[in-house]
Structures are given as C-alpha cells and as structure tokens.
C-alpha cells in the first residue's frame, strides 16, 4: 500500500454512506421532476438502505472470493455509472419513477460491494495497532459525518442545481475514487478463497433484511403500521431460516468461525445501537427543526452539522483512549455521552440551543463508540476481517432503519421527547452494559 491508502479507503465509505442520506432532500424534487405521487417517498427513501444493507455480506464474501480491490474497484465504477440512470429520469415520462428507484436500488447495491471490500483492505494497510486504530477512527469519522452531512450536501445540491445533480455529481466522486483507488491501493498478496459462494443464503440474507428495512419504513406511518409489522415478522422468519442455513451449509455465506465469535457479535449489535440512536435523533430533530420553529432545509442541515462536527473531533481522541482503556469501555462512554445528548433534547423542547447542543453530544458520543465497536468487531483473525466488515456495516444499517422507525412511531403518538426519552434509555441502558467489570477486558 502506498501513502494515501487509508485516506482514499475512508473517501470510499464517506461517498457511499452520503448516498443514503443526500437523496432524501431531494425527494420532494425528484417526485415533483417525474411526475410521481406522494406515496412514492416511501420508497424513494429506503429502496438505497434495502438493498446496501441487503448485499453487504454477499459483497464481502465476494471480496473474499475474487479479491477486495477488485470487489472494490468494480462496486465504485458501477456506483457511478447507474448515477446516469437516476440523473435522466426526468426524460423518462411515466417510466421516470421506476429509473429512479432502480438508479438508488443499484447504488445501494454497489456501495454494498464497495464498503466492505474498502475496510478489509484499510485494515490490511494498517497491520500494527496504533496505526489500526487511528485508521479505524478515520473511518468511523468519515462514515458518521457523511450520514449526518447528507441531508445539507443534498439540500445545497438541489437548491442550486437541481435534483438530478444529487445523482450526476456521483460520476467525479466515482472517476475521483478509482483513480486514488489505482495509485494509491498497490502491492497486494491477496489470497482469494476457492469456495464456492452460499447462494441460497445470500438470497435468504438479501430477502431477510430487506423485509425488515422495509417493515420499519412502514411502521412509521399509523395506516401501513399493520403491513410494516406483518414484514417484519416475515424478516424475521427469514432471518432464522439464515440461521440454520449457516449452520447447514457445506460453505455457509458467514464462516462459521465469524458466526462464533463473541467480538464481532459484540461489536455488531454495539453498532446497531450507535446507529439506532443517532440517526433517529437526527431525524426527530431535523422534523422537530423544520415543522416546529420553522426553519429550512439549508439551516436544519446545518445545525445538524453540529453532530458531523462532533464525530470528527473526538473520534481522533480515541487512539489515545483506547491505548488506555478497554474497548467497551470507550464505547460505554461515548453511549453514554449519546444518552446525555438525546436526554438533554428531551428536556429543552421547544429550545433551538437544545436540539444544538443535543446532537454536538450525540456526535461526540458517536465519535467515540462507533470506533470503539468497529474495534471489537474487528478483533477477528485477517481472513475473517472480510466478513467482518460485512456483518459490522449490515448490523449498523439495520440499527438506522429500525431505531428511526420505531422512536419516529413513538413520536408519532408521544410527542418529539418521547422519542429522544427512548432513545435515551436504550442508549443508557447499553452504556451500562459496555462498564460492565466483566466486560472490561480488551477483545472480551
């Protein structure tokens, strides 16, 4: 690996985790440019998450398979390429609707390749501990920020330009990415694996999780609240048909070694409620922002960057911590610096300084944990780190679908703190869980 290696890897996660939340400012637009009816933003707004957090396992298996910097490679060029698809819709006629969800379908798909492939190459750049965990701050950094920074990049780029801009402005990101990719990411031994891939449970996984994503999307709205649970509860079926398809299978689509290891389960639900919480306070707090004291798109967003702000500082902190402490014991602070903020929103309603301090907090905390649980999940042996990646990513994504969708339904019927009371409780209640003394050894 060459100089640049990891800043150009952590541009990939940053470019990929941006596309899932810069197009939902555009929804309003891009319904309006093909002509498309309301009830479309659904949709619009999870087919992206159904489908990267469907195929993130398959995508590193794939790597595994047929090389990450090729899998890496192939997913950045083709997450370009199917932006030309949503970008022209609007020339479509009645077919512009179906252009565009394809577009975010296939993006969603090929950022699925790209991640994790991009990680376990990162990790493989950084084979001693204190550069791993600055570079694993890097990348939690990087995919907090974009996540949050999303709703504002998307805002400016429709104001300004358009809606079709937020998909044309993929192609430079994409030519920028495989160009750094190709200087950067050299000199590699990979070792592809001869097995052969777990087709049937990467089709139960890929179903599975989608029909979660897309049950959580309905539970949002009291009238879909019935066929949201009804998907989930055919998500979770799926998911324990996986289950013994894993144990089953000859060569099952997760190793039975990653399946086994306490680490990567640990950090993968540690991940899925870092996500849980936080994006679902960014939401209720970009709803409360716009439909309570009136503010637009452009200065919710930026207030917003306040958690953006936030991850970034005190995840360059966390080398230090974690040289001092236990992983789970930084990820128990930062949890609990996430419940203080979702706490303090709860308490200030009404206040705009409440919900600016609340996310800054909810960011630092962030910051913290994100890096402490991809560490975690990440103490694996290297020829599992692939599926790691996988795994590690796909728990966070479900964590987004299903902690905004429940806390918004909370809202719903509560009021904005009911849902960052929750959020609070769940993200207290982890944090405890993270100071355990049992869990206080690293890698325990």
Same mark, same amino acid.
């Given at each position: ?142 995919? @907090? ?177 974690? @040289? ?121």
């Amino acid at each position: 690996m060459r100089r640049g290696a990891v800043t150009v890897l952590c541009l990939v996660q940053f470019v990929d985790v941006l596309g899932v939340t810069s197009a939902t400012t555009a929804i309003p637009a891009i319904l309006a440019g093909v002509g498309a009816p309301a009830s479309a933003a659904g949709p619009l707004a999870t087919v992206y998450a159904m489908f990267f957090g469907g195929v993130l396992i398959l995508g590193a298996r794939l790597g595994d398979r047929f090389g990450h910097r090729r899998i890496l490679l192939t997913g950045v060029a083709l997450f370009g390429a199917v932006s030309v698809l949503g970008a022209t819709a609007g020339l479509w006629g009645r077919a512009g609707l179906a252009g565009v969800l394809v577009a975010r379908a296939l993006q969603g798909a090929a950022a699925a390749l790209s991640v994790p492939s991009a990680l376990r190459l990162l990790l493989s750049a950084t084979p001693d501990d204190r550069r791993r965990r600055g570079a694993l701050a890097a990348w939690s950094a990087t995919g @907090a920020a974009a996540g949050a920074s999303g709703f504002l990049v998307g805002g400016i780029l429709v104001q300004a330009f358009g809606w079709p801009a937020v998909f044309w402005v993929n192609l430079p990101l994409a030519a920028g990415l495989i160009a750094g990719i190709a200087v950067t990411v050299t000199h590699l031994s990979e070792q592809s694996e001869r097995v052969p891939l777990d087709a049937l449970g990467a089709a139960l996984l890929i179903l599975a999780v989608m029909a979660v994503i897309a049950g959580a999307a309905w539970l949002e709205q009291p009238s879909t609240l019935v066929l949201g649970v009804a998907c989930i509860v055919v998500g979770v079926v799926l998911g324990a048909l996986l289950a013994l398809r894993l144990r089953t299978a000859a060569s099952p689509l997760i190793p039975r070694e990653a399946a086994r290891s306490r680490p990567l389960r640990h950090g993968t639900g540690l991940s899925f409620v870092n996500t849980a919480t936080t994006s679902s306070t960014a939401v209720l707090a970009t709803l409360f922002l716009q439909d309570r004291l009136g503010l637009d798109p452009i200065a919710t967003g930026l207030t917003l960057m306040a958690l953006s702000v936030a991850v970034i500082i005190t995840s360059t902190s966390t080398r230090a911590l974690l @040289a001092r402490f236990s992983a789970y014991t930084v990820c128990g602070m930062g949890i609990a610096t996430i419940a203080l903020g979702c706490l303090l929103m709860a308490l200030t309603v009404g206040m705009w300084w409440g919900v600016f301090v609340g996310v800054a907090l909810a960011g630092a905390g962030l910051g913290l944990s994100s890096v402490a649980a991809t560490t975690i999940g990440t103490t694996v042996p290297d020829r599992l780190s692939g599926s790691a990646s996988g795994v590690l990513n796909t728990g966070a994504q479900l964590g987004t679908a299903l902690g905004t969708s429940i806390l918004v339904l909370i809202a719903s019927f509560g009021g904005v703190r009911a849902g960052w009371l929750a959020a609070a409780i769940i993200a207290a209640v982890t944090a405890g869980w993270c100071l355990l003394p049992r869990r206080a050894a690293p890698s325990s």
